[in-house]
Every structure is written in C-alpha cells, then in structure tokens.
C-alpha cells in the first residue's frame, strides 16, 4: 500500500483504487492509464513537480489532466512568485518518495504547496498517480484539495 492510499484511508475519504498492468515501454503515463482504465482522458490527472523561481529545493505541485499541457505562467501568478520552470526529475523524486512517472499529489515526503487545474471541478471523480505506475487513485477534486491543502486555480491549457 502506498503513502498516498495510507493518506486516503487514514482521512476517511472515499476513493477508488485501479491497477493496470504498465507498459515499460509508454512514455505517457497518464494517457496509458487513460486506455488501461477506459476513462476520458481529461478525467486522468498528471502530477508535475515545478521549481519555484528556478530553486529546485523550493518545489510546488501542480496537477492538470494527461491530455493538455501545463502553462508555467499561470502557475507562477497562482503561485504569487515570478516564474516557475520543471523540476528536475531526481529533486522531484527526493522530495516527493515517488518515482516519476508515480509521482502522485497525496502523501508526498514533503508538504508543498498544491495546485489542482480548475477543470477538474467539472467532474465528480478524477484520478491521479496512487504512487506507481499502474496504480491510480479515483476520488473527488475537493477531497484531493482538502488531503493536499491544495487550491484548485487555471493551470493547464
């Protein structure tokens, strides 16, 4: 069970869990997960690791669906700094516990600030990374938010 499983459970929130068996091979995790679990693509969030004006020791994490693209100004403004650029994989994966491609938003090593794209509130559920690959955890955006202490702001496009 992972960190992000032991998070749901322990916050008594109602979740899904769904396993698919991973292709090494894919490079889009999301949009494998997407296929595997037969679900919209806009359902399946990725999780992206950001440094906070180019420190990678000062990350953040923002969510936004597999199938658009992260707009790093948008998350600066949401972030009320003056820019953000990707985290390097490695920092992200120290600082997270996860492994990318895994990384999921809930029971990270670290408490970082969060931000969820505003589309998600369009949707009862969503899923996002459980913690690896093939794993993917199905809950509310607003029980992702609160598990998180998240904000949920126009971060994709």
Known sequence: MTPAIQLAKRAKVKFTVHEYQH??????YGEE??????????RVYKTLMVAVNGDNRQLAVAVVPVAGQLNLKAVASALKTKK?????????QRSSGYLVGGISPLGQKKSLPTL?????????TI???AGKRGLEIELRPADLLQLTRGSMAEIGR
């Open 23 to 28: 292709d090494p091979a894919c490079e889009s």
């Open 33 to 42: 997960a997407a296929k595997a679990l037969n679900v919209l693509p806009q």
């Open 84 to 92: 953000v650029s990707m985290a390097d994989p490695q920092q992200a």
């Open 116 to 124: 969820l794209d505003d589309s998600a509130g369009q949707f009862e």
């Open 127 to 129: 899923f996002v990374s």
